[in-house]
C-alpha cells in the first residue's frame, strides 16, 4: 500500500518487492469460506467509481514512532485507483491495468510497467480488489476467515503460499457496505493500518481533470 512519502528507491523498492513475491497460482476457496464471502460480497457496494479519504498509519519494526500521512483516493472499476497522500509530504499514485506511476512535486519518482514486469498487472489487481472490496480475486490468493455482525463484517487474509507469505503475514479487513478499515502485517515486523471515511459513489462518473490523470 502506498506509504506517506513516495521516494524515488523506497517506494519503488517496495512495490518490487511485493511484484518479486506475487508470481502465485490461482487456488479454489474452500466451501465455508466461499459462503462467508458470498454472505459480505451481498452487503458489498461495487460503485463504478468510488471516492473517499484515507489515513493511514505505519509501524516499522524496531521504532517506537509510527509514520502517518493522510489523502484522498478513487477507485475507477474500469480505470484503475488514485492514491493521492497530501499529508506530511504530498505525492500521487496512479495504479492501471498496464502500470504504476508515482509522482511527487510534478516529477515521475518511479515507473513500472506490466510490458515490461508482467506481474505489475497481478499486483494491481489485488490492490484493486483490497480498495474495493472484490472477494472473488482475493480468494485466489489467501485463505480467508472472519465473521459477519449485523451489517457489519470483518476478514483475516492468510497467504496461500510461502512466496507472498515472506512478504506479508496477514491482512485484516473490516466494513458494511464498503472495506472502512485495512491492517497488513509484513513478515518483517512491519504494521501498515489504513482507516477509510467519506466513501463516495457519487458522481458515477469520472471528472475531466479524473480522466485526464488516467490518459
Do not use: H
Request: net charge positive; charged share 25%.
Amino acid at each position: 500500500m502506498p506509504a506517506g512519502a513516495v521516494g524515488k528507491t523506497g517506494g519503488a523498492r517496495a512495490v518490487k518487492k511485493l511484484i518479486a513475491s506475487a508470481c502465485l497460482a490461482l487456488l479454489p476457496l474452500a466451501a465455508g469460506a466461499a459462503d462467508l464471502s458470498a454472505a459480505i460480497a451481498k452487503q458489498l457496494a461495487q460503485p463504478p467509481v468510488l471516492r473517499g479519504t484515507f489515513e493511514q498509519t505505519k509501524q516499522v519494526a524496531g521504532f517506537a514512532k509510527p509514520l502517518r500521512s493522510r489523502g484522498s483516493f478513487l477507485v475507477s472499476r474500469d480505470k484503475g485507483v488514485l492514491w493521492d497522500t497530501r499529508e506530511p509530504f504530498a505525492s500521487k499514485l496512479r495504479l492501471t491495468r498496464g502500470e504504476i506511476v508515482a509522482t511527487q512535486n510534478g516529477a515521475v519518482s518511479f515507473q513500472l510497467s506490466a510490458a515490461k514486469e508482467p506481474t505489475v498487472r497481478m499486483i494491481n489487481e489485488l490492490m484493486f480488489s483490497l480498495l474495493g472490496g472484490n472477494l472473488k480475486t482475493l480468494d485466489g490468493y489467501f485463505s480467508i476467515a472472519g465473521k459477519l455482525d449485523g451489517k457489519g463484517w470483518q476478514l483475516t487474509l492468510t497467504p496461500k503460499q510461502a512466496a507472498l507469505g515472506k512478504v506479508m503475514r496477514k491482512i485484516e479487513l473490516s466494513g458494511d457496505q464498503y472495506v472502512r478499515g485495512i491492517r497488513m502485517d509484513e513478515s518483517n515486523g512491519d504494521a501498515t493500518s489504513i482507516v477509510f471515511s467519506q466513501q463516495n459513489a457519487m458522481p458515477k462518473t469520472l471528472s475531466k481533470d479524473e480522466e485526464a490523470r488516467f490518459d
